[in-house]
């Protein structure tokens, strides 16, 4: 006869492994747009299968299947600050049913419970509100530039009184960064009645997620080779 299996024991409560941990399950968000400029090299399927998903408004060069919007104009550096300028005139006048609004890279992703808690946090706010990492911009050939504030490009996130307010239409010299354009809108249009809120990096992932058994590059390609240069 064979000899019986030996009785299974369960190890004691110290050495169990913890039980699932279950989160309560989030409502979709409303009234959100995550404007994500793309080019040619930009992967829309995976952010189509995340959270962003159902929020995503893409900005593309040229009209195509997947876009929200098209500007005209090529993917580099030195044509960016031409893109924002676009989509913004856009949001300003046709998404007026938006209350608030994501800028990211398509290098990066952002954590839902943290956009959902800004988002109840802010709703009722009555002045604009601009959420990011913020640099000082110093540019004296630019007087309607020098001292403004803009968020990193990574991720910034604002609400409708902003759009409300700012000003698309403001010239300068020489090609500037994107997203230092877009702080000089805010600059000029709605003046120092802002509230600048600082971002939580820790719910913000740029060209690497890395969490438990997960190791992401979100940028193993370049997408902009080329660099501004003042003329």
């Known amino acids: 006869m ?3 299996a030996p009785e299974q024991r369960r190890p004691p409560p110290h050495l169990r492994p913890p ?3 279950l989160l309560p399950p989030l409502k979709r ?3 959100l747009k995550v404007i994500m400029p793309i080019n040619n090299n930009t992967d829309t399927q995976f952010y189509d299968n995340t959270w962003l998903g159902d929020n995503l408004f893409t900005v593309c060069d040229y009209p195509e299947p997947g876009c929200s919007m098209a500007c005209n104009a090529g993917s580099t550096w030195e044509t960016l600050d031409d893109k924002t300028r676009c989509f913004a005139r856009h949001v300003k006048r046709k ?3 938006t209350q608030f609004f994501i800028k990211l890279d398509d290098d990066a992703l952002v954590d839902k419970r943290y956009v959902m808690g800004l988002i109840e946090k802010y709703k009722d ?3 604009p509100v601009y959420i990011s990492d913020f640099i000082l911009n110093l540019d004296r050939s630019n007087p309607n530039m020098n001292g403004s504030y803009y968020g990193n490009g990574k991720f910034y996130m604002f609400n409708r009184k902003l759009v409300d307010c700012i000003d698309t239409e403001i010239m300068y010299t020489g ?3 994107e997203d230092a354009f877009f702080g000089a809108m805010v600059y000029n249009g709605c ?3 802002v509230l600048k809120v600082s971002e939580d990096d820790s719910k913000i992932w740029h060209r690497t997620y890395q969490n438990k058994n997960k ?3 979100l940028s193993v390609i370049s997408n902009h080779p080329f660099r501004i240069t003042d003329p």
């Open 95 to 97: 998404l007026k049913d």
């Open 29 to 31: 968000p409303t009234s």
């Open 215 to 217: 190791h992401i590059d």
């Open 191 to 193: 003046g120092p009645n």
């Open 19 to 21: 039980p699932p941990h």
């Open 2 to 4: 064979g000899r019986e």
């Open 175 to 177: 090609h500037r960064n």
């Open 125 to 127: 706010f009555k002045e």
